[in-house]
Nanobody
Framework: QVQLVESGGGSVQPGGSLRLSCAAS????????IAWFRQAPGKEREGVLC????????VYGDSVKGRFTFSRDNAKNTVYLQMNNLKPEDTAVYYC???????????????????WGQGTQVTVSS
């Protein structure tokens, strides 16, 4: 049974950092692409980052390039979203998702992913 569980959200001041976790179960996360999304109140869901398996390229959303990065801990079957230089406009609920594909497809930010986590709230405010 495929499951994704996000954690690590919280409140932070502008310019601060947070690291979100996406713990996977039911599949080996290193073998598949996992995408991060966010959704702010009243706004459409936005693709933040698609983390490919080793056979493909990872892709960043334009609004987070240069500020967000990712990492993996294969022993924990977990991927991380490191968010630096956070801005108030980064405030949203963050989700990870997967379709159990090996790579990030061109429409990674618009696909109807089959598996989603429950989300974790990130609030950036002074």
């Amino acid at each position: 049974q495929v499951q994704l569980v996000e954690s690590g959200g919280g409140s932070v001041q502008p310019g601060g950092s947070l690291r979100l976790s996406c713990a996977a179960s039911g599949f080996i996360s290193d073998y598949y692409a996992i995408a991060w999304f966010r959704q702010a109140p009243g706004k459409e869901r936005e693709g933040v980052l698609c983390i490919s398996s080793s056979v493909g390229n990872s892709v960043y959303g334009d609004s987070v390039k240069g500020r967000f990065t990712f990492s993996r801990d294969n022993a924990k079957n977990t991927v991380y979203l490191q968010m630096n230089n956070l801005k108030p406009e980064d405030t949203a609920v963050y989700y990870c998702a997967t379709d159990l594909l090996l790579i990030c497809l061109e429409d990674w930010g618009r696909r109807p992913y089959r598996y989603w986590g429950q989300g974790t709230q990130v609030t950036v405010s002074s």
